[in-house]
Each structure stands twice: as structure tokens, then as C-alpha cells.
């Protein structure tokens, strides 16, 4: 009679973990997350990120990131919106992500950074005629010896040293901050500013795109190099996500497979 009963409990037992593994199972493929689908915000910015002539999204970054986000296997969702606004929009997370972001402890407080994925080496552009009057090693001590005006992209990082300069009453002045970053070399080949930072492939990109890389050079002075990331919203993305990104990241960078891509560019 005992041995009925212990062989009752262990059916029924058995019956409950059976039933317990195949909802798990269940689950897992008929009720999954749904496809993982993520919007990037981008702005202009040749060659990384730009419309090509049939106004198709293209660039160094848009490949980089894309085959990043397909090897996770997610999809993008791309919307183009000017860089400040970008940040401000992952911040509140009505973004997931924005792509060529150096990391600051401001933007950690709010978004999740990838791992490196490509470097930025940012130069001042002068008027080739004009590159003998600036005989300085810093943007400080240019400032502190000559008026200058110096176009920037406005909301963008480019290091301690142009931080402190933009928060100083007595240099800020000096910059003359936009919306769009193209319209520094033209001002700059017609004399609206005496000089402009950009990362330096874009730079000679738009120069050369306005028949003007002849007309200007980069000054000899060290500006800022980063590395950069994507920077992904804390409002809607996770941590695991970004994990997630960063072993695809991993995996394409050891496999050769964006170095094909970095070729493509240079």
C-alpha cells in the first residue's frame, strides 16, 4: 500500500516537472520578446554617416554599426535629427542610440556606452595663406595671444581643453557654435571665421566637396583624439542589450570582418 501511495507522489511529482518543462519550453519559442528593433538617430556626417545621391543612408558608420546590429539579430530603425537634439532625445529615451559619441562621466549618467569601435582624430582647419600666423601648440594659448574665431559643432564634445574654453566667459566668445557642421567650411572660405574644428576626414571631405581642400590646412596642434562608441539610452535600452552588442562588436572585429569595411574607406 506504501509503495502505491510513494508511486502516486512520484507520478503526480513528475507530471508537475513535465508540465513545468514543456510551459518553459513553450514559452521561450512560442511567447518570446518580440524582434529586437532599435532606432538610431543620426546627423550629416561624411563619410560616416550621409545620404549618397539617391538619397539612400550610407557611410563608414552605417556599415560598421549595421553589420553589428544584424549579427545581434536586430533591426534599425534610422531617424535623422541635428546631433544636440540626438543626445537630448537618447537621454529621454524617445532614441535608443547615437553613433561617434566620446565617452564623458555627464553622458554616463544617463546612457550605456558600447565598447571602442572606431578612433576620431579631431584637427583645427585654417586658410593655408594664414598658416604661418598662428605659431601656438594649444587652442589656449592661441586665444590668449590672438583674437580668433573658431567655427564648432554645437552640443559636441571635443575634450577638457575645449570644454573649459567654451565655459569661460573671456573665450566663449571666440566660438561661433552650429546646427549643421557643413556650414563651417564655407564660412571659413570666405572669411566668416578664421578657423574650424572638425574630426579631420570630415573636415577635408566637406573641403573637398566645396573645391576648397587646396584652399585650406590643419594646423600643426594637438586637439583631441577618441575613441568612440554608441551611446545607448538608459530610458529605453538595458545593459544586457548593450552586452549583447558588444559580443557581436567582439566577434566582427576579431574576425576581420569590419577591418573589410575600414579598407572600403581609406
Keep these: 500500500m506504501k509503495n502505491i501511495i510513494y508511486f502516486?507522489?512520484?507520478?503526480t511529482t513528475f507530471t508537475v516537472f513535465f508540465i513545468s518543462v514543456l510551459f518553459s519550453l513553450f514559452s521561450s519559442n512560442s511567447f518570446s520578446k518580440e524582434p529586437c528593433q532599435l532606432t538610431m538617430g543620426w546627423d550629416p556626417w561624411k563619410p560616416y554617416q550621409y545620404l549618397d545621391n539617391n538619397k539612400k543612408l550610407?557611410?563608414?558608420d552605417i556599415k560598421l554599426i549595421g553589420s553589428t546590429i544584424e549579427h545581434m539579430g536586430c533591426e534599425i530603425k534610422y531617424v535623422k535629427i541635428p546631433w544636440k537634439r540626438?543626445?537630448?532625445?537618447v537621454k529621454d529615451g524617445s532614441i535608443d542610440f547615437a553613433a561617434g559619441v566620446s565617452k564623458t562621466n555627464e553622458r554616463s549618467a544617463w546612457g550605456y556606452f558600447s565598447h571602442t569601435y572606431r578612433k576620431s582624430d579631431i584637427g583645427l582647419f585654417i586658410l593655408k595663406e594664414d598658416k604661418?600666423?598662428?605659431p601656438y601648440d594649444s587652442l589656449t594659448t592661441l586665444f590668449k595671444n590672438i583674437r580668433f574665431s573658431v567655427g564648432m559643432l554645437r552640443g559636441a564634445y571635443i575634450g577638457e581643453e575645449v570644454k573649459m574654453l567654451l565655459n569661460n566667459p573671456k573665450t566663449r566668445e571666440s566660438f561661433e557654435l552650429v546646427s549643421i557642421e557643413t556650414q563651417n567650411p564655407k564660412k571659413l572660405l570666405v572669411n566668416r571665421i578664421d578657423g574650424f574644428l572638425a574630426d579631420k576626414v570630415t573636415g577635408r571631405q566637406y573641403l573637398r566637396e566645396l573645391e576648397g581642400l587646396y584652399m585650406a590646412v590643419i594646423h600643426?596642434?594637438?586637439v583631441f583624439s577618441s575613441d568612440l562608441h554608441l551611446l545607448f539610452s538608459k530610458q529605453s535600452?538595458?545593459?544586457k542589450l548593450v552586452d549583447k552588442f558588444n559580443k557581436s562588436l567582439s566577434v566582427l572585429q576579431k574576425n576581420g570582418a569590419h577591418q573589410k569595411?575600414?579598407?572600403e574607406y581609406k
Design 8 to 11: 502516486g507522489k512520484f507520478v
Design 220 to 222: 600643426p596642434m594637438h
Design 58 to 60: 550610407v557611410g563608414l
Design 237 to 239: 535600452t538595458s545593459q
Design 132 to 134: 604661418h600666423k598662428y
Design 86 to 89: 540626438l543626445l537630448l532625445s
Design 261 to 263: 569595411i575600414f579598407n
